[in-house]
């Protein structure tokens, strides 16, 4: 069943729409969810694990609308990792997971069970004697993975996971998230393509609340076949100029050049030779270029 | 109960709570035990107030409000209530130990007719009492105006009100401090019982109060969520 979202909006005030009429249908695996800082991801996250109530439209968790009346047992079906995630600090690793499983509402013999299973398989388990205060960022976050999984959810929302974290941490985290996606439901948000590149085929891209791609993400990556390319500048001057008028993904300042790849809608007339794109080439084209 | 204890008695609390009571025996010196209660008693229901403010919005100050907030209702009610309870003893064990901190620091003599046991044991539930009330009306306007500052702030300006001699024109029963028989009697003040008996019950009435807050959505205020790092995205 999964989730479906139909006409969300989320006003704070007048003419300040957060989300602006989203409808997305997402079922089993793990979908993405990309958009700048102020796109709207983190609201729509809030709105399906009923933190926040949305102006008007209606979502569902596996079929159940979410309304106060269903709250509680909507709430048995997800798992949910802010980005904002503290834990306890005077609580060990094991302590704060054995406190969550307590407070989800399971038996002793269940959580410790799913304790010893998540805490092995995010590599936890040398660590969990550890007070929650001397864990490091990435350690922490895997933490927070583990107490959203702890009741086995059907459905995993996870926002912004790999922000902050080194490469090691970042690769670690997303192949966890592939894994747990087997058998459930998994929405990953993020405003970093390689995250999403690395872990879905899916994706959903918002702006200013309002959906601009929702699809494949092999799809959005041939959209913007025949629109990206490559240039090199032999100085400054001529570089600026052009910087004014192109979206600009990637810049290389070499011995005595500066190669650009940029995106645009039509092919310029200036010499350029024509690069295969990647996601993050076709999430600038689709939200800044694409007519 | 081992978790919420750990949770709801961080060292820091434990220092100061100790260091506070300290403090007030060196400044408040008595010549009698009767004397004691009226030292003790107004002095702790601040402290108790401070103590318990953030029992429920520790969760807001640590970003743990999100995933707090999707434990079922029953668990989180009983989740709180143990945290008031563990508080509640600690602060009576507090009190009940630093009492004779006075004792040992001044050498009070008992004038009054009444053991010394007696006068211990109606001063500890005086106090808890008062600690009650103090504790969760500070606890309820934090969690209402989601503000600790102003929580504690609030509690201030009451307890200053209420320890002050404009206290006075209000009845006998809606002073919570009261000690029967302002002139003292043989050395003994009796704790007037009416008054405490009724902030319990209205401390009793805020709980249930608070149970509502816990189950409202964390967000219904945004200015409050978006303080506590959760910046308009």
């Known amino acids: 069943m999964g989730i479906k979202v139909s006409n969300l909006v989320m006003e704070y005030k007048k003419d300040v729409k957060s989300l602006d009429h989203v409808n997305l249908n997402i079922d089993h695996g793990i979908y993405g969810l990309l958009g700048e800082n102020g796109a709207g991801k983190t609201t729509l996250m809030k709105i399906l694990v009923t933190l926040l109530t949305p102006t008007s439209g209606t979502a569902e968790i596996n079929g159940l609308t979410v309304e106060p009346k269903n709250f509680e047992a909507i709430k048995k079906q997800i798992g949910y990792l802010p980005q904002e995630f503290g834990l306890y600090p005077n609580l060990t690793v094991r302590e704060s997971l054995e406190y969550v499983g307590i407070m989800s509402g399971m038996n002793k013999m269940e959580y410790q069970k799913q304790i010893d299973y998540y805490l092995e398989a995010t590599g936890l388990s040398e660590h969990q004697a550890k007070k929650n205060r001397q864990l490091s960022g990435g350690m922490k976050r895997r933490v927070g993975l583990v107490q959203a999984l702890l009741h086995n959810p059907s459905i995993l929302i996870v926002d912004e996971p790999t922000t902050g974290l080194d490469p090691e941490e970042r690769i670690r985290i997303r192949n966890l998230l592939v894994d747990f996606s087997t058998d459930r439901t998994v929405l990953f948000s993020t405003h970093v393509t390689e995250d999403l590149a690395a872990t879905c085929d899916r994706l959903c891209i918002l702006r200013k609340g309002q959906i601009v791609y929702n699809g494949r993400m092999n799809e959005l990556i041939a959209m913007a076949d025949n629109h990206v390319f490559s240039r090199s500048f032999q100085n400054e001057v001529d570089f600026q100029k052009f910087q004014r008028e192109y979206k600009i993904t990637s810049k290389i300042y070499e011995a005595n050049a500066i190669t650009v790849r940029f995106v645009s809608e039509i092919a310029p007339d200036f010499p350029c030779s024509c690069c295969t794109p990647n996601l993050e080439d076709a999430y600038i084209y689709s939200l800044y270029v694409k007519k | ?233």
């Open chain 2, 1 to 233: 109960m081992k978790y919420e204890a750990k949770i709801t008695l961080p060292f820091y609390k434990v220092i100061y709570s100790m260091l506070f009571m300290v403090i007030i025996i060196l400044v408040r010196p008595i010549s009698s035990y009767s004397e004691i209660i009226s030292v003790l008693e107004s002095s702790v229901a601040l402290l108790a107030g401070v103590f318990m403010a953030d029992n429920y919005y520790m969760e807001y100050m640590s970003d743990r409000i999100s995933t707090y907030y999707l434990f079922p209702f029953k668990k989180k009610c009983i989740s709180l209530l143990k945290r008031i309870v563990i508080s509640q003893v600690y602060l009576i064990a507090l009190i009940a130990v630093f009492y004779w901190g006075f004792v040992l620091m001044y050498h009070p003599t008992n004038y009054s007719g009444v053991s010394i046991a007696m006068l211990y044991i109606q001063c500890v539930c005086a106090c808890a009492t008062s600690m009650f009330f103090m504790g969760i009306l500070c606890f309820t306007a934090t969690n209402l105006l989601r503000n600790i500052g102003i929580g504690i702030g609030c509690l201030f300006l009451l307890w200053l009100f209420l320890t002050s001699s404009i206290t006075r024109i209000l009845p006998q029963l809606l002073q919570p401090f009261k000690l029967s028989g302002e002139v003292v009697q043989d050395g003994f003040l009796t704790p007037y019982w009416p008054s405490r008996i009724l902030y319990v019950v209205v401390a009793i009435g805020l709980l249930f109060l608070n149970l509502y807050l816990v189950n409202k959505q964390p967000d219904y205020n945004k200015k409050g969520w978006c303080k506590h790092g959760n910046k308009g995205k």
